[in-house]
């Protein structure tokens, strides 16, 4: 427990930054996922620059105070909840986009700035930040970095990691580093910026970001839409679109039991009758009409019910708040996993199995053109013993995606909810030399410890 003096000393250290009123701290000791706090933090600092961080950070060193770090709290893996009487380090304060640089396609932005927001201000230079979870409205770059997030455009353009040129990290120590930089090749020394990426805070706090910007796509924007009469078929179909030598800029796909829980919150008449799955697709260019009537005979050949189709991205709406959908339905345990694109098909026939074994539904979207799936079962959150069920069922659901090449998540991360099942992806060799890499950046194991990794 950190003791008052200690307390007293981090407020002298950051005046005006330091919260410790107890109901004050509750808003920065949650994330968005099912993750149980089990005790408040001792403190939050409100941090507004990258020197609050690096006072922050050595006074959580010279206290072996643990640590965890927060944005706008939209993580799903439990990675951001408090530790009981650690240290929680704030970003949301640090929005600034400091610079837009079209000439080298760059943006240069601190850690708490909306995702959204990145991309509105590339939009004035016409061009486009890609990576869009489906949180970006509210996701702050900072935590998007920490899990590699992707979103509905990654299909075509990526995930965060393809996105991010270098960054600026505060290490355990306080010490302040910087990896990559502003040219499109550099080979000097070892890729930080790749490890840092995807560390869920595990390694150091990024407190800004250089950001690759790509031109925005111009021409016509045209969406269709595709219900099956299975789910099998409609991966079928996805690989099969899959293969053209043109990839959609967006393509996602819910199954019958997703859709109805959006039509039950925000109807949007995407119901088809008979149909397990609906397929929603977008292509942005001067040949998206071309593009889409080929895609809809590929949806035909793969016995679709029925395609249409519509300027803009209306049809998309429903798939945009599917996550919301389903969580309105009550407790959602909810998984991300990814296969590779040929086993799509296969992956939702052993979720249907899975479900069939256990007798429970498992309502499952996806960001389907890059495999990544994301399955739930909805339980009563007053019902302890449905709740491990259904913690049980996805565990299932992540073995059968590791059995068909896969892996246990995407883009939300491991955190700590899924730290338990590490070693059925990571053998031991593997995971040894992962937490000899935290070892060397984290010494004393202040940073998110027992999360990650």
């Known amino acids: 427990m950190t003791d008052t003096a200690a ?121 486009m930040y890609a990576p869009d979870p489906a949180s970006y409205q509210e996701s702050t770059i900072g935590g998007n970095i920490a899990t590699n997030a992707g979103g509905l455009r990654c299909v075509k353009f990526g995930v965060t990691a393809d996105s991010i040129a270098g960054l600026e990290v505060v290490l355990a120590t306080g010490e302040v580093i910087r990896t990559g930089g502003q040219t499109r090749k550099d080979v000097v020394g070892y890729d930080l910026t790749r490890l840092f990426v995807g560390s869920e805070g595990t390694l150091g706090v990024v407190t800004s970001a250089t950001v690759r910007l790509l031109p925005r796509p111009t021409g016509d924007t045209i969406t269709f839409r595709a219900a099956f009469p299975s789910l099998v078929d409609a991966g079928e179909a996805v690989t099969a679109i899959m293969r053209r030598p043109s990839p959609p800029d967006v393509m996602e796909l819910m199954d019958r039991l997703s859709v109805e829980a959006v039509e039950r919150l925000q109807p949007t008449g995407a119901v088809v009758e008979g149909a397990a799955a609906v397929l929603v697709g977008q292509f942005i260019g001067p040949g998206a009409r071309e593009d889409v009537v080929a895609v809809a005979e590929i949806c035909r050949r793969q016995n679709a019910l029925g395609v249409d189709q519509a300027d803009g991205d209306v049809l998309l709406e429903a798939r945009r708040v ?132």
């Open 322 to 453: 599917t996550g919301r959908a389903l969580s309105a339905e009550g407790l959602r345990v909810s998984s991300d996993i990814a296969v590779p694109i040929s086993r799509l098909a296969d992956m939702f026939a052993a979720i249907e199995q899975i479900g069939m074994a256990h007798g429970v539904s498992i309502p499952t979207f996806a960001h389907a053109g890059d495999g990544n799936l994301h399955p739930s079962v909805i339980v009563d959150p007053d019902d302890a013993e449905a709740r491990d069920r259904g913690e049980m069922v996805l565990d299932e659901v992540s073995d059968a995606a590791l059995a068909l090449g896969g892996t246990l998540t995407g883009e939300h991360g491991i955190g700590s909810l899924k730290r338990h099942a590490l070693p059925k992806q990571l053998d031991a060799p593997t995971l040894a030399a992962h937490r000899l890499v935290k070892q060397a950046f984290d010494p004393l194991g202040i940073l998110s410890p027992g999360r990650g990794i």
């Open 7 to 127: 307390l007293q000393d981090l407020a002298e250290l950051l005046p005006g930054r330091v919260v410790t009123d107890g109901i004050a701290m509750e808003a920065f000791s949650t994330d968005a996922s099912r993750a149980v706090l089990v005790g408040p933090p001792a403190a939050v600092v409100t941090a507004t620059s990258t020197s609050d961080v690096s006072v922050a950070l050595r006074w959580a060193s010279r206290h072996q105070v643990p640590v965890s770090v927060r944005g706008s709290g939209t993580g799903l893996t439990g990675g951001a909840v408090a530790y009981p009487g650690g240290l929680v380090i704030s970003l949301a304060s640090m929005d600034a986009i400091e610079a837009v640089d079209p000439a080298n396609r760059l943006a240069h932005v601190q850690a708490g700035v909306i995702t959204a927001d990145i991309d509105r201000a590339a939009a004035a230079h016409g061009l």
